[in-house]
């Protein structure tokens, strides 16, 4: 059941009143119970904390009240459904310079999932994350001016993309399911004062469309979520991936398109991609050979796309590492699905506002003037 908090000597701070487990958000439904129901009622307990920290047992319940009337959170979700990432883009149109893109990225390359189960250089296959909040520790950036002060909730011991001793990105991403607040840490290193030291840092509140300040990176180069993009073993079981792929390329221009807010390079030809380039999949590619978990992804890939976040290998989807993965099975997508099974699509009819990473459905984006002209014709 839920309860308050204690602070340090002097304080308190409530904890979030939610039912069930403390820390799992739900929906409150009022079913005409009275008050004093222990299982459709809210109420917090007040403990009392000596100058050495001592605690004394926790009070009878106070300020009982039925959850009707505390108000309840919206179960956390990915940023809002209205969201670019989580907007479909199969009915958009082709990008000017498609043929270009993937020219440069690589017509014959092969798709590569990089995530997968078990180990690799003795680090998880894939970026991992974690629900685990931690207590908040500082952490020192070296791109500071572009960077969530913070602090940040890293738990002890946390998983860091390709291990604790990678020299890599080492990413450390945390989801705080109960504040539906998303972590992205990137090459984050700990301290022997308990601190951290990181290259860049991005708080995102995941209930909002809130993009980054422009040209400020986060844990990502394109200044975009890392979580948003990883393909997650729990969709798959789940049946469907709602939302676009994160990806990289090996060259990238000097130029950023809507969501993406930075760049990095110095390349500024047109053939080459900017950051935040959405792909996506032909929509006559034949999936029917495929197995049930591949074709999940390439569905996605047609529906929802994926986008260029990152300078890499090319090709490389993003994805959480999970024991559950079969790699032999990942790695048909290498040898059947190439470069030139994708277009580069244009977004840019979604935009609401260029600051924001709110999106307009494709109905909404695609009405063409013409359907106008009847009425026009009629005067």
Known sequence: M???????????????IFPGALGTPASYTDIGAGIGDPDLDGYYTVVGVT?????????????????????????????????????????????????????????????HTDFGAGQWDGGPIGIPYTTTVGAPVAVTFDYADESDPGPYPIPPNPPIEGGPSSNGDRHILILDQTACKLYELYYTWPQTDGSWQAGSGAIFNLRSNALRPDTWTSADAAGLPILAGLVRYDEIAAGAINHALRFTAPQTRKATVWPARHYASSLTGAQYPPMGQRFRLHASFDIAGFSPTNQVILRALKTYGMILADNGSSWYLSGAPDERWNNDELRQLQTRVHGSDFEAVDTSSLIVDPGSGQARTPSQSLLKPQAYLPICSAR
Do not use: H, M
């Not at 459904?81 to 014959?108: C, E, F, H, K, M």
């Open 51 to 111: 100058g050495t920290g001592q605690a004394s047992a926790p009070s009878n319940r106070v300020g009982v009240a039925e959850y009707q009337l505390t108000g309840a959170p919206s179960a956390c979700t990915v940023f809002p459904a209205d969201n670019v990432w989580n907007t479909r883009i199969d009915t958009l149109p082709v990008a000017t310079n498609s043929d270009a893109y993937v020219n440069t990225i690589g017509a014959t390359k092969g798709v």
């Open 2 to 16: 839920p309860y308050g908090i204690p602070g340090a000597a002097g304080t308190f701070r409530a904890g979030t």
